[in-house]
């Protein structure tokens, strides 16, 4: 049960989403912004961040995998991870580059160039140890709430006590993941 419940949080936090989730709760539940945009335009943002940042990054890791770059969509191996993380700081930017000129927050437009930032240096980092994806990805949302909160001055302390708490979440998983393999592996070997 654990084990099944590490994967899902696994999954439902996994980095690659991170920017969906970010710009919805930026559109929808942000109070401090877009108030003026129409749910026409917060719909088709949402669309072309879901399309650039997850649909499209997707579809080049699943080549990556069929043409045996990668060995599993989990990339276990840190030799693996610096393809997937090119791509999406590729996409990241490009996402960026492509909405920099439509009427979205600002904070946004400083999260998806760091987004794209923090992927690539993730890839260098990867070539010389397997970090935590899952840690990064929260991370950097929670350095986004937080300066947000010291260098403009936004009330946004609930947003980065929720964010630096969720950023907990698959830290814990994968902890008491690792902890119950490895005591069931003591198990077997007796």
Known sequence: MELRTSGL???LLHPILLPVYLLV????????EFADISVKLKLVLTGVVIFMTFLLPMFFIWILRRTGYIRSFRMVSREERPYPLIIMAIFYYATYYIIREVPVSPIFNLFLPGASLLSGLTAVISLFSRISLHMTGLGGISGLFYGLAVHHGLPVVPELIIAIL???IPGYARDRKSTRLNSSNRIRTR
């Open 9 to 11: 949080i696994s999954v």
């Open 25 to 32: 709760f930026l559109l929808f539940g942000f109070r401090y």
């Open 166 to 168: 969720i950023a907990g």
